[in-house]
């Protein structure tokens, strides 16, 4: 595969977290840094033919003014999350990169990331149709433009508000003569998925929203032999949330209530200010812990933003449990931690992922994904553990045959 190129598109490129990928991506393939924190960086994935990372390339949509390296320069100063010898070698890269970014759409996205947009391209469809036809003139030309034999879609763009999928969206018949409307029967992100996935493109989704989530989409996915993931990257509380709750499952203790309390800044804290934006990602957030448990303790989970946190996160978590003789014991962590450091390497995981199993001619969920995410699609295990299992058991059967 020496001469195989790929390309990375992530839908809301220039954020945080677009931006610290492409950052992370230059600096891994240039030698600058080790690939901390990326699971395919790992001596079991050694067996895989996935693509090395010096061989992607990098573009994306953005309903923004902003750059890469503009972004980068910005964490850099308010977050202090890079250093400047990091910053300097993938300069090229993030300047070349910039160059491959489109303006995207806001059609049906909700007024809270209509109000971030500041290009005036992101208003000009009026039907999903339109931006569909759009987005993919973009992702053809992307794709040819820098001779690429694949491309990843991954959407790490804010969450939207909730959407309530209705018989419309059930099979791809019932949907496909909708998309000519002009009231929108589908959100901004299952805009963008469809126009992937209808390219024939592997389609991650990073994010709450509900993107690839509707049964039309699965099918679509099936007929263009399409790789899903998804939904909601898993990187910090919930992670931990994924982790401790076996635990107690295992161990017979009775978890009597959880509550969890997040504050953040960023670009993400500030769109889940808004509390229909908030509740896509609570709703998350919270199913969790009785989906491991197999019944429902009281839980509480709340979001705050704060803007002087920048791009870091806090979660304070407190358990009550049950133990032996009904004796009422506690638990309390705090996990701090950047929210793009987190979600960056493993966006580049999914994306050496599905690229690989594209290939192998894989099509629809990939149940064996479901570790990277908070409401994995394609399966309902959601003890860490488990899924880990289950991807390792993926890793062992697909190294005998690739």
């Given at each position: 595969m020496a001469k195989h190129r790929v390309g990375l598109w992530l839908i809301g490129a220039c954020g945080s977290?677009?931006?610290?990928?492409?950052?992370?991506?230059?600096?891994?393939?240039?030698?600058?840094?080790?690939?901390?924190?990326?699971?395919?960086?790992?001596?079991?994935?050694?067996?895989?033919?996935?693509?090395?990372?010096?061989?992607?390339?990098?573009?994306?949509?953005?309903?923004?003014?902003?750059?890469?390296?503009?972004?980068?320069?910005?964490?850099?100063?308010?977050?202090?999350?890079?250093?400047?010898?990091?910053?300097?070698?993938?300069?090229?890269?993030?300047?070349?990169?910039?160059?491959?970014?489109?303006?995207?759409?806001?059609?049906?996205?909700?007024?809270?990331?209509?109000?971030?947009?500041?290009?005036?391209?992101?208003?000009?469809?009026?039907?999903?149709?339109?931006?569909?036809?759009?987005?993919?003139?973009?992702?053809?030309?992307?794709?040819?433009?820098?001779?690429?034999?694949?491309?990843?879609?991954?959407?790490?763009?804010?969450?939207?508000?909730?959407?309530?999928?209705?018989?419309?969206?059930?099979?791809?018949?019932?949907?496909?003569?909708?998309?000519?409307?002009?009231?929108?029967?589908?959100?901004?992100?299952?805009?963008?998925?469809?126009?992937?996935?209808?390219?024939?493109?592997?389609?991650?989704?990073?994010?709450?929203?509900?993107?690839?989530c509707l049964p039309a989409i699965h099918e679509l996915a099936r007929l263009k032999k399409v790789p899903l993931a998804g939904k909601d990257g898993k990187t910090g509380e919930t992670l931990m949330k994924a982790v401790l709750a076996p635990m107690f499952a295992a161990r017979n203790l009775r978890v009597m209530s959880w509550v969890g309390h997040n504050i953040l800044g960023g670009g993400d804290g500030r769109t889940l200010a808004s509390p229909d934006n908030k509740s896509s990602k609570v709703q998350t957030k919270d199913a969790i812990v009785r989906d491991i448990l197999g019944y429902k303790p009281q839980t509480h989970v709340s979001i705050e933003y704060i803007e002087s946190l920048d791009d870091w996160k806090t979660a304070w978590d407190h358990l009550h449990f049950e133990g032996f003789l009904g004796t009422k014991m506690m638990l309390q962590f705090t996990w701090q931690g950047c929210d793009s450091i987190l979600a960056a390497p493993l966006m580049l995981d999914l994306a050496r992922l599905t690229l690989f199993a594209q290939r192998r001619g894989e099509a629809g969920p990939l149940p064996h994904l479901a570790s990277f995410f908070k409401s994995p699609i394609g399966v309902n295990e959601h003890d860490f553990f488990k899924q880990y299992m289950m991807l390792g058991e993926y890793v062992s059967k697909a190294s005998l045959t690739s």
């Amino acid at each position: 595969m020496a001469k195989h190129r790929v390309g990375l598109w992530l839908i809301g490129a220039c954020g945080s977290v677009g931006s610290t990928a492409a950052l992370g991506l230059s600096a891994v393939a240039r030698g600058a840094t080790a690939p901390i924190g990326m699971v395919t960086a790992t001596p079991a994935f050694d067996r895989l033919n996935l693509d090395s990372l010096d061989k992607f390339v990098v573009g994306g949509h953005d309903i923004r003014r902003g750059r890469f390296l503009e972004t980068v320069l910005e964490l850099h100063a308010r977050s202090n999350i890079f250093t400047t010898a990091q910053i300097d070698i993938a300069r090229p890269d993030l300047e070349d990169w910039a160059h491959n970014v489109r303006p995207g759409t806001v059609l049906a996205s909700g007024q809270s990331i209509t109000e971030l947009a500041e290009l005036p391209e992101v208003r000009q469809v009026h039907t999903p149709l339109d931006a569909i036809a759009r987005i993919q003139a973009d992702l053809k030309e992307f794709q040819k433009g820098n001779s690429l034999d694949q491309v990843v879609v991954v959407n790490v763009a804010s969450t939207e508000p909730p959407f309530i999928a209705g018989d419309e969206h059930s099979t791809l018949a019932k949907l496909k003569p909708l998309l000519e409307r002009t009231t929108p029967v589908i959100p901004s992100s299952s805009i963008y998925a469809y126009a992937a996935i209808d390219l024939g493109l592997p389609y991650v989704n990073f994010t709450p929203s509900v993107g690839s989530c509707l049964p039309a989409i699965h099918e679509l996915a099936r007929l263009k032999k399409v790789p899903l993931a998804g939904k909601d990257g898993k990187t910090g509380e919930t992670l931990m949330k994924a982790v401790l709750a076996p635990m107690f499952a295992a161990r017979n203790l009775r978890v009597m209530s959880w509550v969890g309390h997040n504050i953040l800044g960023g670009g993400d804290g500030r769109t889940l200010a808004s509390p229909d934006n908030k509740s896509s990602k609570v709703q998350t957030k919270d199913a969790i812990v009785r989906d491991i448990l197999g019944y429902k303790p009281q839980t509480h989970v709340s979001i705050e933003y704060i803007e002087s946190l920048d791009d870091w996160k806090t979660a304070w978590d407190h358990l009550h449990f049950e133990g032996f003789l009904g004796t009422k014991m506690m638990l309390q962590f705090t996990w701090q931690g950047c929210d793009s450091i987190l979600a960056a390497p493993l966006m580049l995981d999914l994306a050496r992922l599905t690229l690989f199993a594209q290939r192998r001619g894989e099509a629809g969920p990939l149940p064996h994904l479901a570790s990277f995410f908070k409401s994995p699609i394609g399966v309902n295990e959601h003890d860490f553990f488990k899924q880990y299992m289950m991807l390792g058991e993926y890793v062992s059967k697909a190294s005998l045959t690739s």
